[in-house]
């Protein structure tokens, strides 16, 4: 199949082809690239919303929830396109993404509406960020009106990941203690709409009193705008105070009411000019990583061989530095190695 | 003070010059990067251990425990100098790393055979690696025994971290209903000694239980050994058995245990030759990092003015897709502005 025929299938609808774009486009594939270059041109039509959080607050549910809630909102609003992508660390213990993709299938198979993928953080962590990135303009060609990037864990990587999209959820839940896990994971900074979750468990409440407690300290500044109520305040500059909202997850309720947060955020991005600037920054970064990867492999096409190895010898043998070797590498010494 | 005096007065021990440099590190001063070309030659000798975990685990209590027993053995041994490299995300509402600083030297301060370190997660994820592996050199250097590197969270950086060190500990608790965060975070697979912390608290034994049963699904060639003792396994070709510990860090019970597992461990990295595999995948690691970072360096400094804004406008635009603009400029194309 050719980057042409991806393509043209794909802009089709052809959700076969645009499942195995998607593996391409995870494998590296340079087909796949050819056939994402073609796609590039019909991207950014879709809000991308990224959710995270920690381990086991429930954030597949929560999506699952609000996938069914693109689907069929209520008060007989148009229904949306709707795209998954989890990103999730495979284990060798569990099967990772791919059990995760066979549990959420069972609940929303069969809607020609919703596309599924999982991602499995396979190799290096770079290798995943701009993988997740592809498949995301992938879909995005593909017409899904909406793409929730669902990112487990408290990490850099995955923190990265989910604010790179328009929206950003952070998910969080009561327990372990009283300690709000998403302050230690550094996740509360970059929440446009902050979720409490399983918000039935007790210790509820202490949590939602220390998020409260510690936003107020982030946004000093809010003042001027109403501060009760959450969300997109109305004014002639518009502000955006981050609301925090309690979805029971598993009943479905307070999930019309999260849906409306995301949209209302898409609708202050929009007006303020922020979403092009976070385009802005979000393609800068994309060509950026890009560059480097094509750099390493133009050096590595270009190097004496044996060259990296010789100069690992001598860093092994702590005879010089690791960045010493890296100049010596790049002016072109360690031409060949030493007999 | 140049990268001489840097040099010669951490090797004679001078705290406050070694607090200096780490500085220097973290900041990606070139002077810091001399004093550590001169310090590369006496690296080599520190037990690297990682400690991670989720949060709220309790590691920070757990690495204060066992550096207070790398000063204090039992038994009269001789005490070990012991350095602490906690990896923190910073956050703005907490003060991040250096509120941990303060808290942590409470307990220690005052004892010259200790070192502290709370190091921020700065910008760029690669740069806090790389600041983290520097930091690290310069405290071998300077004559640690032993390097105690905590990183927080379920991230792919902090696993990479971690699992950088030549023993890993990964810490887990009961609780977060009946989830093993380590499995969904990954971290299982990197565990040389797992910790089961808080073992006093209810869910404890099921924890235990699941941990168990996941060390033996992932380990299923153990059967030779003496599959009851964990550890060293004393025969012809040593084995190295995942032990679980639940020390009660609150209290140091355990801690002795812990830390004769991480010493044990030492022994059969060296006897088996695998310490020097691992030291060659990190060296090699390290410099592909440097030559990425120095290629994409002499690239800017080469590069027409404006090429690569030239280029992100046409991406914005969605003109080309961002690799083919990677390729174009790579080829020295958008040599100027469009008019």
């Given at each position: 199949?050719?980057g ?23 494998n ?30 429930g ?23 709707v ?11 569990t099967?990772?993404a ?40 992938a ?64 210790g ?53 009411a ?9 609708v ?54 690791p ?7 790049v ?9």
């Open positions: 199949m050719s042409n025929d991806f393509g043209r299938r794909i802009l089709a609808g052809e959700r076969l082809a645009l499942a195995r774009l998607l593996t391409r486009l995870e590296g594939d340079p087909e796949g690239q050819a056939a994402l270059a073609e796609l590039y041109p019909h991207t950014g039509r879709a809000h991308l919303v990224g959710i995270t959080g920690p381990p086991g607050v954030k597949s549910t929560l999506v699952n929830s609000l996938a069914r809630h693109y689907r069929q909102p209520p008060d007989g609003a148009e229904p949306r396109t795209a998954v992508v989890a990103v999730d660390p495979t284990s060798p213990f099967g990772g791919i059990l995760g993709d066979r549990i959420r299938m069972r609940d929303l198979a069969g809607d020609p509406g919703v596309f599924i993928r999982s991602m499995a953080t396979r190799g290096a962590l770079g290798g995943l960020a701009r993988a997740t990135t592809q498949v995301i303009q879909l995005d060609a593909a017409g899904y009106k909406a793409i929730l990037v669902e990112t487990v864990g408290a990490g850099q990587s995955e923190v990265d990941i989910a604010s790179a999209a328009h929206t950003t959820v952070v998910v969080e839940a009561p327990g372990m203690g009283d300690e709000v896990q998403a302050i230690k994971a550094g996740l509360l900074e970059i929440a446009d709409v902050l979720v409490v979750n399983k918000s039935d468990l007790p509820a409440e202490n949590t939602l009193r220390a998020l409260r407690g510690m936003l107020g300290l982030a946004h000093p500044v809010r003042r001027g705008a109403n501060s009760r109520s959450a969300g997109l305040a109305a004014s002639d500059a518009p502000i955006w105070i981050t609301p925090i909202l309690q979805p029971v997850a598993g009943s479905g309720g307070g999930i019309p999260l849906l409306e947060a995301i949209d209302s955020h898409r202050y991005l929009a007006a303020t000019g922020e979403l092009a600037g976070k385009e802005r920054a979000r393609a800068a970064a994309e060509l950026e990583a890009g560059l480097r990867e094509a750099l390493m492999h133009g050096w590595r096409a270009a190097a004496p061989d044996g060259a990296f190895e010789a100069a690992l010898e001598r860093v092994l043998a702590r005879e010089i530095a960045l010493a070797a890296v100049k010596m590498l002016a072109g010494e360690f031409a060949r190695r030493r007999p």
